[in-house]
C-alpha cells in the first residue's frame, strides 16, 4: 500500500513526542525501563531503543518478553519504572496496561492493532492510528527507528535494523519480495546511512558466500520439502540437472552461476514444487531485493538483512534473546560465535519438526475452512511460530489458513500460532480479530495481524477453540462478520 507524506509526517509528529518524553526522563535521571517482543523484530526493535538510550546517556534495562499476559503486566507494574518503553507489543493489550500503568508514564512504539484506546497519560506510536497498515507498511522495529530518529539523528545508522526486523516480520512477503510503504523510507535512510545495499537477485541464504546447496538448503521461504534443511539432497539436485557444484577444487557460489544456470534452477524448483503436489509459481518468492549491509564481514549470518533477521529469531527461540539484542547493539566476536551456534541449534530442531508434520499427510489435518497441525506432546512451544510460518510459505496454494498448536511446559495451555495468505487477507481474513475473539471465548488471549496471529487458551479448551477458528475464517470469507 502506499504512504502519503502526510501520513509518514503524522508518525514522525508521535514519535517526537515519544521522544521528548524519553529525554524528559533523562534528564530527571530516571531509570527507563524497556519490554519488548522476543521475535526478530522485537529484538531489533529493542536493541535499537537500547542503542538510542545508550547514546543519549540514559539509565535503562531491557526486557525481552515471551509475550504479554495479566502476570508479565503485573510484573512490568511491580517494576515502578518513572518510565516504562514497549516496543513491538502493548498495543494488543492497551486495556491490561491500561489498569496497571494509567498513572504511569509509558511509551508504546508498536504495529499491532490497538485493542483499545490509549489512556491520555500513554504515549502510543502506532501507524493503525493513522491508517498506515502495521502488518506490511512497517514492523516494530521501524517505530522504534522513528522514535529513536527523533531522539537523534545520528540514529540513521540504526535504519538497517529496522529493516532486518521488518524482514522477519515477513513484511516482505509480496509478490516482489520487496519492502514499501513506510519501510520504503526506512530503507532509504539505510541506504543513505552507508550501511544497507539493495539489488533485486535470487535470495537464497548466502547467496555470496555459501556453496550453492548449502544456500538452497537454508532458504526455507518458501518451503521446499526435500530441499529445505537439507543439504545432501540439495546437492544431489543440483547435480542432477548438470549444474556443477564446484569449479577446479572451489565450491561455487550462487552469484557464480551464468543467468541460464539460474533460470535452470528455478524452473527445476518450480517442477518438484508441482511433483510434492505444491503451486510452481511460489517459486517467484525466490526471486527479490535483497538486502545486504555492507560493513558487516561476507561470512558473517549478519551480511545478509534476512539471514540477520533469522539469526535473532533463532536466539529468541533459543532463550537466548539477551545474545540478540547485544548484537543488535554492536557486540560481535564472542556474541556472534555463540549467536552462530544457537542458529545451528534452531534450524536443526526445525527441521526435526517440519520433517514431522510433512512425512504424515494426517499431520497436517484439513477441516472445513483450516489446517490444523496438533503439535502437542511433539512440537517444542518455543519454535511452534517459526515451523508454522515456514509451512505456511508452502501452503498459499491450499487456499486455507494454518492453525499449529503445542503445549506450554509447565502450565496447562497451549500455544497457537495462525497463519493466512494473501488471496485470503483479500477475500477478508483477519486471523488477528479471530485469534482474539475465539481465545476470549475459551478464556485464553489472541490477537496479531491479519496474516499472523497467536493465541494462549487452556489445554481442555482447544478442541472448542478450533472449531470456532473454523468457523470463524468461514464467516470471514463469507464477507460475514465474527461474534454474530
Ligand atoms: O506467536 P506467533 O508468532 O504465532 O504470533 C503471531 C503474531 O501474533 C505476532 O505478531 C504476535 O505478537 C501476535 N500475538 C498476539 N497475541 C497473542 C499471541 C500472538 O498479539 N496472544
Ligand atoms: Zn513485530
Known amino acids: 500500500m502506499s504512504v502519503s507524506n502526510q501520513q509518514i509526517a503524522d508518525l514522525t509528529k508521535d514519535a517526537t513526542e515519544a521522544a521528548n518524553l524519553i529525554l524528559e526522563h533523562i534528564e530527571n535521571g530516571d531509570v527507563i525501563h524497556v519490554s519488548s517482543h522476543v521475535d526478530a523484530d522485537?529484538?531489533?526493535?529493542?536493541?535499537?531503543?537500547?542503542?538510542?538510550?545508550?547514546?543519549a546517556g540514559a539509565m535503562f534495562r531491557l526486557r525481552l518478553e515471551r509475550w504479554m499476559d495479566e502476570k508479565v503486566a503485573d510484573r512490568i507494574a511491580e517494576e515502578n519504572a518513572a518510565l516504562t518503553i514497549f516496543?513491538?507489543?502493548?498495543?494488543?493489550?492497551?486495556?491490561?496496561?491500561?489498569?496497571?500503568?494509567?498513572?504511569?508514564?509509558?511509551?508504546?512504539?508498536?504495529?499491532?492493532?490497538?485493542?483499545?484506546?490509549?489512556?491520555?497519560?500513554?504515549?502510543?506510536?502506532?501507524p493503525h492510528t493513522h491508517g498506515i497498515d502495521?502488518?506490511?507498511?512497517?514492523?516494530?522495529?521501524?517505530?522504534?527507528?522513528?522514535?529513536?530518529?527523533?531522539?537523534?539523528?545520528?540514529?540513521?545508522?540504526?535504519?538497517?535494523?529496522?529493516?532486518?526486523?521488518?524482514?522477519?516480520?515477513?513484511?516482505?512477503?509480496?509478490?516482489?519480495?520487496?519492502?514499501?510503504?513506510?519501510?520504503?523510507?526506512?530503507?532509504?535512510?539505510?541506504?543513505?546511512?552507508?550501511?544497507?545495499?539493495?539489488?533485486?537477485?535470487?535470495?537464497?541464504?548466502?547467496?555470496?558466500?555459501?556453496?550453492?546447496?548449502?544456500?538452497?538448503a537454508r532458504t526455507t521461504n518458501p518451503f521446499i520439502p526435500e530441499i529445505s534443511g537439507e543439504e545432501d539432497k540439495s546437492l544431489a539436485f543440483l547435480v542432477n540437472l548438470g549444474i556443477k557444484p564446484k569449479r577446479n577444487d572451489t565450491w561455487r557460489a550462487?552469484?557464480?552461476?551464468?543467468?541460464?544456470?539460474?533460470?535452470?534452477?528455478?524452473?527445476?524448483?518450480?517442477?518438484?514444487l508441482v511433483s510434492k503436489g505444491l503451486g510452481g509459481d511460489i517459486v517467484s518468492d525466490l526471486v527479490g531485493d535483497v538486502y545486504t549491509l555492507t560493513t558487516e564481514e561476507p561470512w558473517t549470518p549478519l551480511r545478509d538483512a534476512r539471514e540477520f533477521s533469522v539469526l535473532l529469531n533463532a536466539t529468541g527461540r533459543m532463550d537466548k534473546a539477551g545474545l540478540g539484542a547485544a548484537i543488535c547493539m554492536g557486540d560481535r566476536k564472542k556474541c556472534l560465535e555463540q549467536a552462530t551456534q544457537v542458529i545451528q541449534d534452531y534450524r536443526g530442531t526445525i527441521t526435526r519438526?517440519?520433517?514431522?508434520?510433512?512425512?504424515?499427510?494426517?499431520?497436517?489435518?484439513?477441516?472445513?475452512?483450516?489446517?490444523?497441525?496438533?503439535?502437542?506432546?511433539?512440537?517444542?512451544?518455543?519454535?511452534?511460530?517459526?515451523?508454522?510460518?515456514?509451512?505456511?510459505?508452502?501452503?498459499?496454494?491450499?487456499?486455507?489458513?494454518?492453525?499449529?498448536?503445542?503445549?506450554?511446559?509447565?502450565?496447562?495451555?497451549?500455544?497457537?500460532?495462525?497463519?493466512?495468505?494473501?488471496?485470503?487477507?483479500?477475500?477478508?481474513?483477519?486471523?488477528?480479530?479471530?485469534?482474539?475473539?475465539?481465545?476470549?471465548?475459551?478464556?485464553g488471549r489472541g490477537g496479531?495481524?491479519?496474516?499472523?496471529?497467536?493465541?494462549?487458551?487452556?489445554?481442555?479448551?482447544?478442541?472448542?477453540?478450533?472449531?470456532?477458528?473454523?468457523?470463524?475464517?468461514?464467516?470471514?470469507?463469507?464477507?460475514e462478520q465474527i461474534g454474530n
Open 448 to 479: 496479531g495481524h491479519d496474516v499472523a496471529a497467536g493465541a494462549q487458551v487452556p489445554i481442555k479448551n482447544v478442541e472448542a477453540f478450533l472449531k470456532l477458528v473454523n468457523d470463524s475464517v468461514k464467516k470471514q470469507l463469507a464477507g
Open 134 to 216: 502495521g502488518t506490511r507498511d512497517i514492523s516494530g522495529s521501524g517505530v522504534a527507528y522513528f522514535a529513536a530518529k527523533a531522539l537523534d539523528k545520528k540514529n540513521i545508522d540504526l535504519a538497517c535494523l529496522a529493516v532486518v526486523g521488518a524482514l522477519g516480520d515477513l513484511q516482505d512477503k509480496n509478490k516482489e519480495r520487496k519492502l514499501g510503504g513506510v519501510n520504503k523510507v526506512i530503507v532509504q535512510d539505510a541506504v543513505k546511512s552507508g550501511f544497507l545495499e539493495v539489488e533485486t537477485d535470487l535470495m537464497f541464504f548466502g547467496r555470496e558466500t555459501r556453496p550453492i546447496h548449502q544456500a538452497l
Open 42 to 55: 522485537g529484538i531489533s526493535a529493542g536493541g535499537i531503543m537500547g542503542k538510542a538510550l545508550l547514546r
Open 353 to 443: 519438526y517440519l520433517r514431522w508434520v510433512t512425512e504424515k499427510p494426517e499431520r497436517l489435518e484439513e477441516m472445513e475452512s483450516i489446517y490444523v497441525v496438533r503439535g502437542d506432546g511433539f512440537i517444542d512451544e518455543k519454535v511452534l511460530s517459526p515451523v508454522c510460518t515456514i509451512l505456511s510459505t508452502t501452503l498459499t496454494q491450499l487456499g486455507k489458513p494454518i492453525i499449529a498448536y503445542a503445549t506450554i511446559s509447565g502450565e496447562d495451555q497451549v500455544k497457537i500460532s495462525s497463519r493466512g495468505s494473501e488471496p485470503l487477507i483479500q477475500k477478508g481474513l483477519n486471523l488477528g480479530d479471530i485469534m482474539q475473539f475465539a481465545a476470549e471465548k475459551y478464556s
Open 254 to 272: 550462487l552469484r557464480d552461476l551464468s543467468s541460464d544456470e539460474k533460470k535452470t534452477l528455478l524452473s527445476a524448483i518450480a517442477d518438484h
Open 87 to 126: 516496543t513491538d507489543m502493548g498495543s494488543g493489550y492497551l486495556d491490561l496496561l491500561g489498569e496497571r500503568l494509567a498513572k504511569k508514564d509509558v511509551i508504546i512504539l508498536d504495529h499491532h492493532q490497538p485493542v483499545a484506546e490509549a489512556p491520555s497519560s500513554f504515549v502510543q506510536v502506532n
